[in-house]
């Protein structure tokens, strides 16, 4: 994995980028996400099929404390997982749905105001309930075979 590069504009941390990482760096890069998530609760992951969103989520949560099985939440739309101290994790895969009101159906607004971590894959779907500013954004690219991962 190469270095951890931060970018600043003139004054202001905008993302850091995790280059080139495995399977063998996830366990770092998930403690460095989490540090540098600094206790926001909406979390989400923006990246292609296949990019690694759900594999990144499952080592977050083993770091998060998570005893419970991860696994994507495709048709549930959601999944609740407890930790070692007792606190909740949700997980949320919104890739199947066909509008705005199956999230309200769901009660998104429970889960998101529980004060419990919500892992989000497919963000773009649910956009507008999303309060960009109380958001930790993750986005997952694969360039030239190699994974990125940018936060801000």
């Given at each position: 994995m190469k270095p951890i590069i931060?970018?600043?504009d003139d004054k202001y941390?905008?993302?850091?980028?995790f280059e080139?990482?495995?399977?063998?760096?996830?366990e770092q890069v998930s403690t460095e996400i989490i540090r540098l998530a600094k206790g926001k609760k909406i979390w989400t992951f923006n990246g292609e099929m296949g990019a690694g969103k759900t594999t990144l989520i499952k080592s977050v949560c083993k770091q998060l404390g998570?005893?419970?099985?991860?696994?994507s939440p495709t048709f549930s739309l959601v999944n609740e997982y407890k930790t070692?101290?007792?606190?909740?994790?949700?997980?949320?895969?919104?890739y199947r749905i066909k509008n705005i009101e199956e999230a309200f159906d769901i009660g998104y607004e429970d889960y998101f105001d529980?004060?419990?971590?919500?892992?989000i894959e497919?963000?773009?779907k649910i956009e507008s309930l999303l309060l960009q500013e109380d958001s930790f954004?993750?986005?997952?690219?694969?360039?030239?075979?190699?994974r990125q991962i940018s936060v801000n």
């Open positions: 931060f970018i600043f941390f905008i993302m850091i980028v080139n990482y495995g399977i063998a760096d996830l998570v005893t419970d099985e991860v696994s070692t101290n007792g606190s909740k994790v949700f997980h949320f895969d919104f529980s004060g419990s971590v919500c892992l497919w963000p773009e954004v993750i986005d997952i690219a694969v360039i030239d075979s190699k």
